[in-house]
């Protein structure tokens, strides 16, 4: 890729982007600029990255082949006001914050953009992430080529239509943290018949990391996986059985159904 690829905001997920494509090496430190006013995070970011840094949002849109908006939701406006007469038709504009639509965010610009408005999660930190992406009508075959190949850098991609957008924050964008509360919960157990706990935390975490390879390695379904473990009169299948008469199917989609909701009632704003 021979595009100049800027940041404004180094945040932890524009972090976690930036280390994507220079570990996999698409384009080189110095093609890479980020615009920050914390000088802290500016400093590691050079250190680590050997890219570009500054506090001027200005400079980084001017510059910019591929624009990434990582800054938080609620300040995308005061950021797009500061860079608006910058971008050009030729700069793509990635936009990964949640709660802002196509449509709210060329309204901000004020004109016609390429815009693709993505939802990426936290596990892009640790090169396993999944985003979806969701390209506005300007946008063309290779430029979002380009955004699928920056997106896969740090995990895996998927092209939808942005009504699902909201369910993608439900099942992957706000999920890791309903996987982190089953994994604490399965090392509490072990706690309690008598493991250490950094230990209990090494098997349940390691356990919820290949059941998820499987699922997406062997393309079965889940609870063919399942039934795969539970052996007639065993011990899955009394655990399995007592998960569900707590209503643990029920729960979790429950909850990743008041996410989406909670999501779909941020768009309205």
Same mark, same amino acid.
Do not use: W
């Given at each position: 890729?021979?595009?100049?690829?800027?940041?404004?905001?180094?945040?932890?997920?524009?972090?976690?982007?930036?280390?994507?494509?220079?570990?996999?090496?698409?384009?080189?430190?110095?093609?890479?600029?980020?615009?920050?006013?914390?000088?802290?995070?500016?400093?590691?970011?050079?250190?680590?990255?050997?890219?570009?840094?500054?506090?001027?949002?200005?400079?980084?849109?001017?510059?910019?082949?591929?624009?990434?908006?990582?800054?938080?939701?609620?300040?995308?406006?005061?950021?797009?006001?500061?860079?608006?007469?910058?971008?050009?038709?030729?700069?793509?504009?990635?936009?990964?914050?949640?709660?802002?639509?196509?449509?709210?965010?060329?309204?901000?610009?004020?004109?016609?953009?390429?815009?693709?408005?993505?939802?990426?999660?936290? #596990? !892009?930190? *640790?090169?396993?992430?999944?985003? /979806? +992406?969701?390209?506005?009508?300007? %946008? =063309?075959?290779?430029?979002? &080529?380009?955004?699928?190949?920056?997106?896969?850098?740090?995990?895996?991609?998927?092209?939808?239509?942005?009504?699902?957008?909201?369910?993608?924050?439900?099942?992957?964008?706000?999920? #890791? !943290?309903? *996987?982190?509360?089953?994994?604490? /919960? +399965?090392?509490?157990?072990?706690? %309690? =018949?008598?493991?250490?706990? &950094?230990?209990?935390?090494?098997?349940?975490?390691?356990?919820?990391?290949?059941?998820?390879?499987?699922?997406?390695?062997?393309?079965?379904?889940?609870?063919?996986?399942?039934?795969?473990?539970?052996?007639?009169?065993?011990?899955?299948? /009394?655990?399995?059985?007592?998960?569900?008469?707590?209503?643990?199917?029920?729960?979790?989609?429950?909850?990743?159904?008041?996410?989406?909701?909670?999501?779909?009632?941020?768009?309205?704003?």
């Amino acid at each position: 890729m021979n595009k100049k690829i800027g940041f404004i905001g180094g945040g932890n997920m524009g972090g976690a982007i930036i280390g994507g494509i220079i570990a996999a090496s698409l384009v080189k430190s110095d093609m890479v600029m980020v615009a920050d006013l914390n000088e802290t995070l500016l400093d590691n970011l050079s250190t680590r990255f050997g890219v570009i840094t500054t506090k001027d949002n200005k400079q980084v849109a001017k510059e910019a082949d591929i624009l990434f908006l990582s800054v938080k939701p609620n300040i995308y406006a005061v950021v797009i006001e500061q860079i608006k007469e910058i971008i050009t038709e030729h700069t793509l504009v990635v936009s990964i914050a949640a709660g802002q639509t196509i449509d709210s965010i060329e309204t901000m610009f004020g004109k016609e953009i390429k815009l693709v408005r993505t939802m990426p999660n936290t #596990p !892009a930190l *640790v090169g396993e992430g999944m985003a /979806a +992406l969701c390209p506005n009508k300007l %946008v =063309g075959d290779e430029d979002l &080529a380009d955004v699928k190949v920056i997106f896969e850098s740090f995990g895996k991609c998927e092209v939808v239509s942005e009504y699902l957008m909201e369910t993608v924050i439900g099942v992957s964008g706000s999920s #890791p !943290a309903y *996987v982190y509360m089953f994994i604490e /919960a +399965l090392a509490d157990a072990a706690v %309690v =018949g008598g493991m250490p706990r &950094a230990q209990a935390y090494q098997f349940a975490a390691q356990s919820v990391l290949g059941s998820a390879k499987m699922v997406l390695e062997t393309g079965m379904h889940p609870g063919e996986l399942k039934d795969m473990v539970c052996s007639p009169g065993g011990t899955t299948i /009394a655990a399995v059985a007592e998960l569900e008469m707590n209503g643990f199917r029920g729960s979790v989609m429950g909850g990743t159904l008041a996410c989406i909701e909670k999501a779909k009632q941020m768009n309205k704003k």
